[in-house]
Structure formats: structure tokens, C-alpha cells
């Protein structure tokens, strides 16, 4: 399984971005998906999760529902976290994580559990000034 992130750039709070995750290795039938991220000096924070084996779900932490929104090209065998109306707190690098999903609760269970994730990628740089 190899995970490419792209899309990072420095934006103006209130600005938006859409980061991308470009899976190979992997059937998005098989694996769930999570975005994560890590702020300077601080540990990494679960962001929001897909998953469709079994049972299709989405989960977002608190700070990103209704401002971040998961998506999968399955043509593309991408996924996309599309970030509207971002804050300063929002600066980090970005990760997308995989991992076979054991159960439809995973997303619920896992999202911020970086130890669950077995696949990572390299990391997006987002930076929002003020």
C-alpha cells in the first residue's frame, strides 16, 4: 500500500483547500481511510475517517464537522479532504492513514487512534495565517 498526499499550501484564515490522498496497493472496499494531522509540538489528532466495507461511513472530529468534508474518486482510487473556512489552529501537516477496517465501527473507534493505522503517507505542510 503506498499513500501520496498533495494539496498543502499556505492560505488566509477563512480561506479553503482540498488536500488530496492518492491510494495505490489498496481497494477502497477493503480499507478504511483517515486524515490526520500534527501541529507543531503537539501529537497527532485524528481529523475525519471513510469507510464502505459493509456499511458506508464518514466520521469527523469536532473541530472539523461542518468544515471539512471526506470524499473518494474510486475511478482515481483517491481521497479527498476538501478544508472550507480555515483557522490558524487548523496549520499542520496533514497524513492520510489505511488500514482494513475489521468492523463498520472503525471509523468511530479508530479516527484518532494513530496506533490502529498500519499505512501512511509522507504528509501535506497546510499553513493558515491570521
Known amino acids: 500500500v503506498q499513500l501520496v498526499e498533495s494539496g498543502g499550501h499556505s492560505v488566509q484564515a477563512g480561506g479553503s483547500l482540498r488536500l488530496s490522498c492518492a491510494a495505490s496497493?489498496?481497494?477502497?472496499?477493503?480499507?478504511?481511510i483517515a486524515w490526520f494531522r500534527q501541529a507543531p509540538g503537539k501529537g497527532r489528532e485524528g481529523v475525519s475517517c471513510?469507510?464502505?466495507?459493509?456499511?458506508?461511513?464518514?466520521f469527523y472530529a469536532d473541530f472539523a464537522e461542518g468544515r471539512f468534508t471526506i470524499s473518494t474518486d474510486t475511478a482515481r482510487n483517491t481521497v479527498y479532504l476538501q478544508m472550507d473556512n480555515l483557522k490558524s489552529e487548523d496549520t499542520a501537516v496533514y497524513y492520510c492513514?489505511?488500514?482494513?477496517?475489521?468492523?463498520?465501527?472503525?471509523?468511530?473507534?479508530?479516527?484518532?487512534?494513530?496506533?490502529?493505522?498500519?499505512?501512511w503517507g509522507q504528509g501535506t505542510q497546510v499553513t493558515v495565517s491570521a
Open positions: 471513510f469507510s464502505s466495507t459493509s456499511r458506508p461511513t464518514t
Open positions: 496497493g489498496l481497494d477502497f472496499d477493503d480499507y478504511a
Open positions: 492513514a489505511a488500514e482494513p477496517p475489521k468492523s463498520w465501527l472503525a471509523c468511530q473507534n479508530y479516527y484518532n487512534d494513530d496506533r490502529f493505522w498500519g499505512s
